[in-house]
């Protein structure tokens, strides 16, 4: 709802105040929040909020192998901010361009 009414404010509030009550956030917390983020243009934040969920477990499947990554259980916005992930690490050096399998799809939820 949050990411429709342009609202990342509150999506963003809203999971932060979760997780300081110590409410751990499921992969829908996530997904909604990097939701809001993407429709916003906040991709830094997007792209941060992947990496979190990324250490705590989900998106086990994306970035099952460091040459593969499979984006056919993400919704095109989690699939978006997943490749800024992968580009931001190429980037930095922290992952080599040699051989990377990308596997795409028209994703979950797409129209």
């Known amino acids: ?15 932060n105040t979760m997780k300081r009550r110590g409410t751990k ?16 243009s906040r991709f830094g934040e997007a792209v941060a909020l992947i990496k ?10 994306a970035f099952s192998s460091f040459h593969e990554i499979d984006l ?8 978006r901010t997943i490749m800024r992930v992968i580009l931001y690490e ?3 050096g922290a992952r080599k ?3 990377i399998i990308i596997i795409t799809g028209r994703g979950k939820h797409s129209e």
Not at 25 to 40: K, Q, R
Not at 54 to 59: D, E, L, V
């Open 52 to 61: 979190e969920a990324r250490s705590n477990g989900f998106y086990s499947k």
């Open 72 to 79: 056919h259980e993400c919704s095109s916005c989690e699939a």
């Open 1 to 15: 709802a949050c990411e429709k009414g342009g609202k990342w404010e509150k999506a963003l509030e809203l999971f």
């Open 97 to 99: 361009p040699d051989d």
């Open 90 to 92: 190429l980037q930095s």
């Open 25 to 40: 956030p499921d992969i829908v917390s996530y997904c909604n929040v990097v939701a809001a983020l993407d429709s916003a």
